[in-house]
Each structure stands twice: as C-alpha cells, then as structure tokens.
C-alpha cells in the first residue's frame, strides 16, 4: 500500500533556528511531492511542490528532493513563532494518470521565542 | 480573487442521517477533490471530479458519492451516517494538466461531528 511516512515529532527549534522537516514515500513511481502547512483547526496551506531532484528555494522554504533515496525534506531558515504548525508532506503519482495526493500524519512544529 | 470556499463550517448530524457538504473552487479551477481529515492524521483521499464525472475514487464506501456541476462546483454526500465519519472535510480544487495532477488548494473545510 501506497504509503508516505513523517516523524510526528513535535519538533521544537528556538526562534532564527533552522527547521528541518523529513518525508519518505514508498512509491517508486510518485513524482510530484508536496507540503502543507496547517495551522490548529484550520484547513492545509501550500507551501512548496517539487518534481525535480535536488533543492527548490522559495524565500526561507527550501524544499529538497531524492528520488534514489525516496526523501523529500523542507527546510525553513530563520523560523518564526508564526511558523510554529503541523506541516504536511504529500506525493502524487502524477503523470501516470493518478489524480491523489496522498499525506503523511504531519510533523507538529514549534518555534521557542 | 476569491479562493475556495465550503459550505457549512460546522455541522451536527445524528447516526443514520444524511448530510450534504458544498464546495466552490479557486477561479480558473476545473477539478474539485474531496478529503477527510480524522484528528491526528492526514487528509485521506475520497473522490475527485473532473468535468462532472467522479475521476478517481479512494478507499471510502458507496456512502460517500458526490456530484460536480456545470459551474464547476461540488458537492459531496455522505449517507447512514456512522460515529465514525465524524472529521474535518476538505475540498481541494485545482486546475486540470494532461494526464496528471495541478497544484491543489484547499477550502476552510466543514468539521462534521456525528452523535
């Protein structure tokens, strides 16, 4: 079964710190990978999608990409309290006339001031 | 630039019953999907509508059917109620690619509790 795996954490960093973010998927065939950000109670925001090996910047977001290894990573530099969330991690099969994202449970995120 | 919208916010329903939940898309969204999301975990896949016709169904029953309209707008129905759909559903829209799958934003979402 088609599965996409994150450390639940939570994943505490103090405030300018880098945060690191991990996802593997088990399909070998997914090709566009997605992340989410979530806030409680609220409804899944993009962030960042990557298709390509190798690294994605987007202001502080770095999104990181092997498909050898079937990791995908993001990266938030200088974090804030306000990036404190549960980010999500979700791949696609895109492509292959697979219309799904498939998540991951979410790694919980805090940013100590 | 309105973005997606749900309809309701909340709602209660009792075991047994039938509820329907509507969604609206981005402007220049085609593709509606629909997600639930328990407490704790994941949005899980339901179905998705493309041109008025469910595209692609994930592991839910028959309970759980939906419908698209000319306008591109969704709706998503759940009938016998169990204790057990009780979640956050999330409509996704996005625009349609050849043979795969846009970038998908979400709506607020309906929290549905049944009792």
């Known amino acids: 079964q088609k599965e996409v795996e994150q450390n639940s954490g939570p994943l505490s960093v103090p405030e300018g710190a880098i945060a690191s973010l991990n996802c593997t998927y088990s399909?070998?065939?997914?090709?566009?990978f997605f992340w989410y950000r979530q806030y409680s109670g609220k409804s899944p925001e993009l962030i960042m999608f990557?298709?390509?090996?190798g690294d994605k910047e987007d202001g502080r977001f770095t999104a990181q990409l092997n498909k050898a290894s079937q990791y995908v990573s993001l990266l938030i530099r200088d974090s804030q309290p306000s990036d404190s969330a549960t980010y999500l991690c979700?791949?696609?099969?895109?492509?292959?006339?697979?219309?799904?994202?498939?998540f991951g449970k979410g790694t919980k995120l805090s940013v100590i001031p | 630039d309105a973005g997606v919208t749900q309809s309701p916010t909340h709602l209660i329903k009792t075991r047994g019953q039938q509820v329907t939940l509507r969604c609206s898309p981005k402007?220049?969204?085609?593709?509606v999907s629909w997600y639930q999301q328990a407490l704790g975990q994941g949005p899980q896949f339901i179905f998705q509508?493309?041109?008025?016709?469910?595209?692609q169904r994930g592991n839910f029953p028959d309970r759980f059917s939906g419908h698209q309209f000319p306008n591109y707008s969704s709706e998503l129905n759940v009938n016998a109620l169990l204790l057990g759909d009780s979640a956050l559903y999330l409509c996704?829209?996005?625009?349609?690619?050849?043979?795969?799958?846009?970038?998908?934003?979400f709506g607020p979402g309906t929290r549905l509790t049944v009792t």
């Open positions: 402007s220049g969204h085609d593709t």
């Open positions: 990557i298709y390509s090996n």
């Open positions: 996704a829209s996005s625009f349609s690619i050849a043979g795969g799958l846009g970038e998908q934003y």
């Open positions: 399909d070998r065939g997914s090709q566009s």
């Open positions: 509508y493309y041109e008025e016709e469910e595209r």
């Open positions: 979700a791949d696609s099969l895109s492509g292959a006339g697979s219309y799904q994202l498939t």
